[in-house]
């Protein structure tokens, strides 16, 4: 029998004791029970707890509430599991269940691999390549999604988590409102449900003693009694006066920017304006002393500041900066110890010209490259890019990661904090690469990069169910965060051997393929053959998708000579390939119609894909947002080319 000892009280490490019981168990069934105790001066069995308990050196942690220092010194029967703080402790039990052959592929429990053996000894010491390792909520949330996602990123390296928007009904609803498949009847949640469910997540988020990052955009228009809960167009004349005097000043007029409320900023130089904003900030802040990191966004959207005579004295970025020290000041005055993070996103690329931030410790800078292209790697090491002078309302928005760059490296000038990125790799860009291995090998390189850049963390934007056709890229994304010394190929093997097991390179190669097929560069509309035509108009392309017909053949041998696995998460994985098959078929005859110019033909050709995955998406829900694939490849399809529009055949393409 084995024994679990608790060094430290902790809640935090209560459940790492629980979690490390659990998967025991799974692994030795016939062992019998596992008994968990508190027990500070235990000299035996699996001890739990803080390194400086155990007299560990933790010196190489610039602060131990931040950073994560994994430890394990174990036999047979037991030994030292530590970290440098509670969290820690828990990510250092998944560490040791990874290191004896456990593997978190994707959430849930389809998602486990769990081998039954007996334990092996395990000595180790890790610090975390990356200070911040998260996920952030976006796109078509189901409250079972968020959980399991919340419980997934500490078994695969993370440590934080972002909840996004002050209450993301609007994010909810893309996934009980059924937005893109009709088939399924609506249930609306109002903003009341949406709380609620927020505050488990944030519940769960302690439970594991996660970092929380809190909120984003709204903070422009909630203090004026103006909901943010939703992207939707509202009139101004359904608020008081009161609340839409202090509205930035665009289009002509004081009020909601083409409608939209989140899209809009407030006037950032009126001084009351600043202190209702700030005073809500400060009650936000009092109120959530769970919060970790408090995200203060301005608008979404870009060119939508305020025109006003007094607004257009300083920069957006330098009222910006301002304003967040006034936020500091009074968080400062009333001892609040929240951390804030600032972001350079849209307009805000570019920096503040006057204005520093005055304490620096309080403040993490975030760079956030919504506009960027994913489809190339950059040089390294990079060279710097042009930027561009600040021109209200007038910016336009940076294509290249290096300009990027550029642009954060002359904010960072002026700030001598912690600096991190806010990526987007699983909200659109997955959708561009079928195979999931282009967007992979970027998250690898970007990662890299962002290090030698000085970055120190990355949080992650994108669909919570984004593992479709695999989990790889994300559980890459998590282990080079955690670990930037792991090759691509040694994480691909560590992936793919425990998704399909003795077979995996027969699944890889399949999408190695599709990859080859299906050039990231023309889904992202950066492979025109003529412009004057289309972003999308290339008959090469098309004519590459001939090849495709017997791939798509030979995977299907491969899924049937395979359908049910020794493990539950590889039947799983495999089937998921099955789906991926016939997704790769409509999609083909879609673009290849797209590819021609033949934009009538291409819309009732994704109109199939789209009408044939409303069937499937119950199914698949898990691990494919079907939401969001659908609104991104929409993207594509609604778009016209200049092209009269010809009889001729599309080409064979043999995709039965």
């Keep these: 029998m084995l024994k679990i000892y608790k060094i430290d009280a ?34 035996d069995g699996f001890r739990l707890g803080l390194m400086q308990t155990f007299g560990l050196d933790v010196s190489d942690a610039e602060v131990t509430e931040l950073d994560d220092i994994l430890y394990m010194d174990t036999d047979e029967e037991g030994g030292i599991i530590a970290g440098d703080n509670p969290r820690s402790v828990l990510l250092a039990v998944y560490e040791y269940l990874r290191q ?9 429990v389809d998602g486990e691999l769990i081998p039954i053996k007996r334990i092996v000894p395990v000595k180790y010491r890790h610090k975390p390549s990356m200070r911040y390792r998260g996920q952030v909520n976006e796109s078509a949330t189901s409250q079972r999604a968020m959980l399991e996602t919340i419980d997934f990123g500490p078994k695969v390296g993370q440590n934080c988590y972002m909840i996004q928007f002050l209450i993301p009904t609007e994010y909810y609803n893309q996934y009980y409102g059924r937005f893109y498949n009709k088939r ?78 989140l899209y809009t900023n407030f006037c950032m130089s009126s001084p009351e304006a600043r202190k209702r904003v700030v005073d809500f900030v400060i009650d936000y802040a009092r109120r959530g002393s769970n919060i970790d990191y408090l995200h203060l966004w301005l608008a979404d959207g870009r060119n939508n500041h305020c025109e006003c005579e007094s607004c257009q004295k300083k920069t957006a970025s330098d009222w910006y900066i301002l304003w967040l020290n006034e936020v500091d000041a009074e968080m400062t005055r009333q001892k609040l110890k929240t951390r804030i993070v600032f972001i350079a996103y849209s307009d805000l690329i570019h920096p503040a010209e006057r204005e520093r931030i005055h304490n620096p410790e309080r403040f993490i800078f975030m760079l956030a490259p919504i506009t960027r292209s994913y489809t190339k ?37 002026g700030f001598p904090g912690a600096a991190i990125v806010f990526e987007y790799y ?79 390179k027969e699944f890889y190669t399949y999408l190695e393929k599709i990859k080859s097929i299906f050039d990231m560069r023309y889904l992202a509309g950066e492979l025109s053959a003529d412009a004057n035509v289309g972003k999308y108009y290339n008959p090469a392309f098309a004519k590459g998708l001939e090849a495709l017909a017997p791939i798509l053949e030979k995977a299907k041998a ?99």
């Design 184 to 261: 399924h009847k609506p249930a609306h949640l109002n903003d009341a449900n949406v709380l609620q469910y927020r505050r488990v997540c944030e519940a769960e988020i302690a439970k594991r003693g996660l970092q929380f990052h809190d909120a984003g955009h709204g903070f422009t228009i909630e203090p004026f009694g103006i909901p943010s809960a939703a992207f939707d167009q509202r009139k101004e004349e359904i608020y008081p006066e009161e609340a839409i005097r202090h509205l930035a000043f665009t289009q002509g007029k004081r009020g909601f920017y083409n409608g939209y409320p």
């Design 426 to 504: 699983f909200w659109m860009p997955q959708y561009r690469d079928p195979s999931s291995l282009a967007l992979t090998e970027r998250i690898i390189e970007d990662t890299l990069l962002y290090k030698s850049e000085g970055f120190v963390g990355v949080l992650e934007d994108g669909s919570q169910r984004s593992y479709f056709p695999t989990g790889f890229p994300f559980y890459a994304y998590s282990r080079i965060l955690f670990d930037t010394s792991l090759t691509y190929e040694e994480i691909r093997d560590e992936y793919f051997s425990a998704a399909f097991g003795e077979s995996f």
């Design 100 to 108: 004896n052959g456990c593997r978190f592929l994707f959430p849930g």
């Design 10 to 43: 902790s809640p935090v490490i209560d459940f790492a004791a629980e979690e490390l019981k659990k998967y025991l168990r799974m692994m030795m069934p016939m062992d019998g029970e596992i008994t968990i105790e508190y027990k500070p001066d235990a000299k």
């Design 558 to 656: 491969a899924v049937q000579a395979h359908y049910n696995m020794p493990h539950r998460v590889q039947t799983v994985s495999v089937r998921l390939i099955e789906r991926h098959i016939e997704y790769c078929r409509l999609l083909a005859k879609a673009l290849a119609y797209k590819a021609l110019a033949k934009d009538e033909e291409a819309r009732a050709a994704f109109g199939e894909l789209w009408e044939a995955f409303n069937l499937y998406e119950m199914d698949m829900e898990a691990n494919y947002d079907h939401s969001l694939t659908v609104a991104t490849l929409n993207q594509i399809f609604k778009t016209n080319s200049n092209l009269p529009q010809s009889d001729e055949p599309v080409l064979n393409l043999d995709l039965r």
């Design 377 to 413: 790697t950059l040089p390294f090491p990079i060279e710097e890019a042009k930027t561009v002078s600040y021109e209200r309302n007038h910016t336009a928005a940076p294509r290249s990661l290096s300009e990027f760059l550029a642009y954060s490296r002359k904010w960072r000038d």
